[in-house]
């Protein structure tokens, strides 16, 4: 999904956390129509050549991407959530991205002409080395030689940078008023959310803009990123970015009101929500009359 700018994208897609259901910021409603753009969808029964096919003909279908790539950085946010030390290591897994599809974009990228390529992610451990994208079964030789230059960061901490960039909330936002995140968000002119189409336990159909929920690294906004903050984090943002019982470390924006709730459910009654609190049933219960379709596309 095109964005007026990756500054808009990412701090839309992240402040969407702290909305409270049936509010909008000044001018929201507005963007979100101008976000209306052409799309298309396409029929695919194996991850093989098949699907580079129906992504070149589905993007042909769009008016093509070289307007909007060529000459450019392209930050391709992929989807490879999971703590590998608590998540099966499968790329079946419906919150994974198959690897076949991030080659697949790589190669018409560099078709359309983008001058350079970053595939960036947010996983554990906080470390740069290639071998850690490896895992999940990417082939990252083939991906290196697409065509254009490729880099890899993983955005869990501050990366090959030597600061964090921060990036404000349009609106002034509900809960945190900005974020700072890894230089990879900022550092493009195109940023692209790659993921299989999600569903939410809360917020319902979340598409591809779930993906955005990791951008945050967990050396600012896990459970263990200390009053200083901590780049060889081993902590998840459960804390402070689910619960809100953490704070992220000084220097980094806190949120504006740590009272506020985090979603308000359609009576009216106000309460956090604890992550894993809710039992199955309970949990598509209270999906179900607790959010309104505000909601949706939002977390």
């Not at 964005?3 to 990412?10: F, I, L, N, R, T």
């Not at 909007?68 to 391709?76: H, I, N, P, S």
């Not at 030390?85 to 994974?96: A, H, K, M, Q």
């Not at 959310?193 to 967990?218: D, I």
């Amino acid at each position: 999904m095109p964005y007026g700018s990756p500054e808009d994208a990412v701090a839309q897609g992240v402040a969407g956390r702290g909305r409270r259901a049936g509010r909008s910021g000044p001018g929201e409603r507005a963007d979100a129509a101008r976000a209306c753009v052409a799309g298309a969808i396409a029929r695919c029964r194996a991850y093989d050549r098949t699907f580079d096919d129906a992504l070149s003909a589905s993007l042909d279908k769009i008016g093509g991407i070289g307007s909007l790539v060529e000459g450019k950085t392209v930050a391709v946010k992929l989807n490879l959530t999971g703590n590998i030390t608590r998540y099966p290591n499968r790329p079946e897994l419906l919150y994974r991205n198959e690897p076949s599809t991030v080659l697949s974009l790589a190669r018409q990228l560099a078709r359309a002409g983008a001058a350079r390529i970053r595939l960036i992610e947010s996983f554990f451990p906080a470390k740069q080395d290639l071998e850690l994208w490896a895992r999940y079964g990417l082939d990252v030789n083939a991906i290196d030689n697409v065509g254009c230059k490729v880099e890899w960061e993983n955005t869990q901490n501050m990366g090959q940078a030597k600061q964090y960039t921060r990036m404000k909330v349009p609106w002034g936002g509900y809960i945190f008023p900005a974020f700072d995140l890894n230089h990879s968000f900022a550092d493009c002119d195109v940023y692209v959310s790659l993921s299989k189409l999600k569903r939410h336990w809360l917020a319902g159909v979340t598409m591809t803009l779930k993906n955005n929920f990791g951008n945050t690294p967990c050396s600012l906004y896990g459970g263990d990123c200390g009053p200083d903050g901590n780049e060889d984090h081993k902590g998840e943002p459960g804390p402070v970015c689910h619960n809100g019982t953490a704070t992220p470390p000084k220097g980094a924006p806190q949120e504006l009101n740590r009272e506020s709730p985090r979603y308000r459910d359609l009576g009216g009654r106000e309460r956090c929500v604890h992550v894993g609190a809710y039992r199955p049933a309970e949990q598509a219960a209270f999906a179900l009359r607790g959010l309104p379709a505000a909601m949706l596309g939002s977390s």
